[in-house]
Structures are given as structure tokens and as C-alpha cells.
């Protein structure tokens, strides 16, 4: 398989295999659980990652990380201006241990933009191997083009990966539809069953029992257009027509066409467009911060709470283990917490105690509409990693 080489691949391959196992040592608890397993990790992720490994190995139900995109800027909080090399020699052992804590259900998703993603993409195929990459999901992250730019970039990738593509294939959860997506169901025959949408009923191709004449009941004749055959054999047509489930217009005469009730979608499946409306922004993230800290303490780079509770959605169900090992400001720990997943979040800037505790404090449980819902806080630990020696 074609790989990706750079000046200190020999010595980043082995690197995490070489980094000695430390320890972490819980300083305080916060919240209402004492119990509670969840946990925010202040220090180096190649460190920490390597110390929950014993613990967590094929435990993680779902890894989201935002790493430094290496836009060469130096951000308040953290540099982001590694020369090329230094950002993927950083990376693999990172990766490598990251694949190692994914349980076989689970998905990581990589948010970079067009400095790293496409070497990142090789690098994964390498690590995960290419036959468990998901979709690069394509984030809409601007509301308008940045006029100083030569073309302005308006996405994130975030690069999906399995840990086994088979064990997730038909097992994502669908997205909720949205108001405006309920709203597209009708009742024009007054269905008891009621609202629906409409589908052809054609598929793709020939399939020679599948290309009968098809007669409305005003008397119309159709048969599969062009290129085309009808979606099922016709003994189930016939089914679907006893069933009130073909429509053929007000009028009776037109192609037929399948009817979906609302009472039965689960939802939608998710493809690889998200767009700003549906998961918020760059500038929505920065409201939330400055919401949150006040515009003179936030954070450079904070994502969406909306974007991390779709992949969470799309990836989790409450009670599964959410790991971010690049936490910012615990934008992906808080949505966890609201979410009722448990949680590690890693972040080695001061930022950990700064932004991600008090974020923590103030973040309380969602209901299932995405309202809060009083049902405690919860509960997690500050974890420091105890030096060698
Ligand atoms: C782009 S920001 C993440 C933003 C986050 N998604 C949010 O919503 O706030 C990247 C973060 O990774 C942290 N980071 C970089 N290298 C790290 C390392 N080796 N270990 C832990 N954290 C690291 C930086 O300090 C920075 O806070």
C-alpha cells in the first residue's frame, strides 16, 4: 500500500510504542457523582493517552479531536505553527494510540482544514487501514467568504473512521429531522396513517422482472422510463397499491410514486454535507465562548456545541465513552456532559483549568429536544500526569 514518508517517519513510527506508561493521578472531584469515571486530563496526550491505554484499550466508543490545523499562527492559547514535518511526526504516535482505544464500534472523526487533511487522510488509511474510512464530512464552517482571501476556504474535513467499518455499517443513528424537513410531510388523500412524502418508484437499470407495464387507475399506461426499471417485482406493486401505499397524483393518472409516513422515519441517514444552518459556525462557536468567559478571556478556536452534539448523536448513545485528546476550551467534554455520555478530554494548555473546569461547572443536562433538564451535573475528575522517577 502506497504510504507517506517524511524526514523522521522511521523514528515517529516507533515512537508510541516507546513512550514509557505514566501515571495519572486524580487531584479533585467536581460535581454531583461521586462515582463518576468521566475525566479532564491536564498535560501532554501523548503522555496521557498512552497512561489510560491499560484502562480504556477498545473502550472508546467515540474520539472526536480538533489538533492544531498548522495555519502557522500563533493563537493566545496555543501555538499553531509547526513546520509540516513536526506536525506529522506530533501526529502519528498520537493516532496510532488513539486506533488502539477505539472499541470495535467506534468512529473517530479528525477536524483539519486543507493544511493537513489530505496528508492526514493518507496517514489514516496507513493506521486504521482504508477499508475503515467512513466519509470526509465536508463542515460549513463560514457564513461568507473572507474578502482578504484569494479563495476563501468555507469547510472543515473531518476525516470518519472505523475501527471496523463491517460492526458500524448499518449501525449509525439517523439525524432527527428538523422542523422544516417535518414540514415537507403532507396529507393530501387524508392517509389515517397520516403525513407522507413521495418517492419514485424506479431504481437504476434493467432487471427484465422488473419491467412490467404499470396501469393507473384512470386508466393510464407507464412503463419504466429510460435506463430504468421499477423499484420492486410486481406482485409487491400490487401489495403496495392494495396498501394505499402507491400514489398517482390528485388526479389519478400520473407515475407512481411511493409513499413514506412520517410515523416511520427514523430519521435521516447522514451524508457528508453538513451545513452551517444544521451545525452552527465559526462565529456561533465564538458567541457561545464569549458567552460563556466574556469577550476578553475566550478562546481562538472553539467549535460548535451543535457540531459535536451531531457526531456525538450520529456516533454515541448515553452512557458510551467520548475521548477528546485536543480539548480547547472542552467544547466536546461539555456537549458529552450535557448529552449524558461519559467522557475524557485531554488538553495540555493552562486553558484545562482556566476554561474547561469552569465550562464543566456550568454545563448541565440536556433533554432530549436539545432543553436543559435539571437532573444534576453529573460528575468528573481534574487528572494531572505524575512526572517519571
Ligand atoms: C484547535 S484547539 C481545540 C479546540 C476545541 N475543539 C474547542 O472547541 O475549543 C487545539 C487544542 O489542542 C491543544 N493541544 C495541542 N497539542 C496538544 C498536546 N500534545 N496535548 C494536549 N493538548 C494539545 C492546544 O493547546 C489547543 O487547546
Same mark, same amino acid.
Given at each position: 500500500?502506497? /504510504?507517506? #514518508?517524511?524526514l523522521t517517519r522511521d523514528k515517529d513510527i516507533a515512537a508510541s510504542s516507546l513512550a514509557p506508561y505514566r501515571l495519572l493521578e486524580a487531584v479533585e472531584t467536581y460535581g454531583d457523582d461521586p462515582e463518576t469515571q468521566n475525566m479532564l486530563i491536564h498535560g501532554d496526550n501523548l503522555d496521557a493517552l498512552k497512561a489510560l491505554l491499560p484502562f480504556y484499550a477498545g473502550k472508546i466508543k467515540c474520539i472526536y479531536i480538533d489538533p492544531p490545523y498548522n495555519t502557522q499562527s500563533a493563537f493566545e492559547h496555543y501555538d499553531d505553527n509547526l513546520e509540516h514535518t513536526e506536525w506529522l511526526s506530533m501526529m502519528y504516535p498520537r493516532f496510532e494510540l488513539l486506533r488502539d482505544l477505539l472499541s470495535e464500534s467506534g468512529l473517530i472523526w479528525v477536524n483539519l482544514d486543507d493544511n493537513e487533511a489530505h496528508? $492526514? &487522510? +493518507?496517514?489514516?488509511?496507513?493506521? =486504521?487501514?482504508? &477499508? *475503515? =474510512?467512513? %466519509? *470526509?464530512? +465536508?463542515?460549513? &464552517?463560514? $457564513? !461568507?467568504?473572507? %474578502?482578504? %482571501? /484569494?479563495? !476563501?476556504? %468555507? #469547510?472543515d474535513h473531518i476525516l470518519v473512521y472505523a475501527k471496523d467499518f463491517e460492526t458500524i455499517r448499518a449501525n449509525l443513528n439517523k439525524i432527527e429531522l428538523d422542523e422544516a424537513q417535518r414540514a415537507k410531510y403532507k396529507n393530501p388523500d387524508n392517509d389515517r396513517r397520516g403525513p407522507w412524502v413521495s418517492t419514485d418508484f424506479t431504481a437504476q437499470g434493467y432487471r427484465p422482472n422488473q419491467m412490467y407495464k404499470i396501469t393507473t387507475p384512470g386508466g393510464t399506461e407507464y412503463h419504466p422510463p429510460e435506463g430504468r426499471c421499477w423499484a420492486n417485482l410486481e406482485s409487491v406493486f400490487n401489495n403496495l397499491v392494495a396498501n394505499n401505499k402507491i400514489w398517482f397524483g390528485k388526479k389519478g393518472n400520473s407515475r407512481p410514486r411511493i409513499k413514506n409516513f412520517l410515523s416511520d422515519a427514523q430519521g435521516l441517514t447522514p451524508w457528508t454535507w453538513w451545513g452551517n444552518q444544521d451545525v452552527g459556525h465559526n462565529q456561533e462557536a465564538k458567541k457561545e465562548i464569549n458567552k460563556l468567559f466574556g469577550a476578553g478571556n475566550a478562546f481562538d478556536t472553539p467549535k460548535p456545541e451543535r457540531l459535536i452534539k451531531r457526531i456525538l448523536h450520529v456516533s454515541t448513545t448515553p452512557g458510551d465513552i467520548v475521548l477528546d485528546s485536543f480539548l480547547g476550551s472542552g467544547t466536546t467534554a461539555a456537549v458529552a456532559h450535557k448529552m449524558d455520555r461519559n467522557y475524557i478530554g485531554i488538553e495540555m494548555g493552562e486553558h484545562a483549568e482556566t476554561h474547561c473546569l469552569p465550562r464543566l461547572k456550568k454545563s448541565d443536562r440536556w433533554g432530549t429536544g436539545g432543553n436543559l433538564r435539571s437532573t444534576g451535573m453529573g460528575g468528573w475528575w481534574l487528572i494531572q500526569i505524575l512526572p517519571i522517577g
Amino acid at each position: 500500500m502506497p /504510504t507517506l #514518508h517524511w524526514l523522521t517517519r522511521d523514528k515517529d513510527i516507533a515512537a508510541s510504542s516507546l513512550a514509557p506508561y505514566r501515571l495519572l493521578e486524580a487531584v479533585e472531584t467536581y460535581g454531583d457523582d461521586p462515582e463518576t469515571q468521566n475525566m479532564l486530563i491536564h498535560g501532554d496526550n501523548l503522555d496521557a493517552l498512552k497512561a489510560l491505554l491499560p484502562f480504556y484499550a477498545g473502550k472508546i466508543k467515540c474520539i472526536y479531536i480538533d489538533p492544531p490545523y498548522n495555519t502557522q499562527s500563533a493563537f493566545e492559547h496555543y501555538d499553531d505553527n509547526l513546520e509540516h514535518t513536526e506536525w506529522l511526526s506530533m501526529m502519528y504516535p498520537r493516532f496510532e494510540l488513539l486506533r488502539d482505544l477505539l472499541s470495535e464500534s467506534g468512529l473517530i472523526w479528525v477536524n483539519l482544514d486543507d493544511n493537513e487533511a489530505h496528508y $492526514t &487522510k +493518507i496517514i489514516l488509511d496507513e493506521i =486504521f487501514g482504508r &477499508k *475503515n =474510512f467512513v %466519509a *470526509n464530512v +465536508i463542515w460549513q &464552517k463560514r $457564513t !461568507s467568504p473572507d %474578502a482578504r %482571501a /484569494t479563495i !476563501s476556504d %468555507a #469547510h472543515d474535513h473531518i476525516l470518519v473512521y472505523a475501527k471496523d467499518f463491517e460492526t458500524i455499517r448499518a449501525n449509525l443513528n439517523k439525524i432527527e429531522l428538523d422542523e422544516a424537513q417535518r414540514a415537507k410531510y403532507k396529507n393530501p388523500d387524508n392517509d389515517r396513517r397520516g403525513p407522507w412524502v413521495s418517492t419514485d418508484f424506479t431504481a437504476q437499470g434493467y432487471r427484465p422482472n422488473q419491467m412490467y407495464k404499470i396501469t393507473t387507475p384512470g386508466g393510464t399506461e407507464y412503463h419504466p422510463p429510460e435506463g430504468r426499471c421499477w423499484a420492486n417485482l410486481e406482485s409487491v406493486f400490487n401489495n403496495l397499491v392494495a396498501n394505499n401505499k402507491i400514489w398517482f397524483g390528485k388526479k389519478g393518472n400520473s407515475r407512481p410514486r411511493i409513499k413514506n409516513f412520517l410515523s416511520d422515519a427514523q430519521g435521516l441517514t447522514p451524508w457528508t454535507w453538513w451545513g452551517n444552518q444544521d451545525v452552527g459556525h465559526n462565529q456561533e462557536a465564538k458567541k457561545e465562548i464569549n458567552k460563556l468567559f466574556g469577550a476578553g478571556n475566550a478562546f481562538d478556536t472553539p467549535k460548535p456545541e451543535r457540531l459535536i452534539k451531531r457526531i456525538l448523536h450520529v456516533s454515541t448513545t448515553p452512557g458510551d465513552i467520548v475521548l477528546d485528546s485536543f480539548l480547547g476550551s472542552g467544547t466536546t467534554a461539555a456537549v458529552a456532559h450535557k448529552m449524558d455520555r461519559n467522557y475524557i478530554g485531554i488538553e495540555m494548555g493552562e486553558h484545562a483549568e482556566t476554561h474547561c473546569l469552569p465550562r464543566l461547572k456550568k454545563s448541565d443536562r440536556w433533554g432530549t429536544g436539545g432543553n436543559l433538564r435539571s437532573t444534576g451535573m453529573g460528575g468528573w475528575w481534574l487528572i494531572q500526569i505524575l512526572p517519571i522517577g
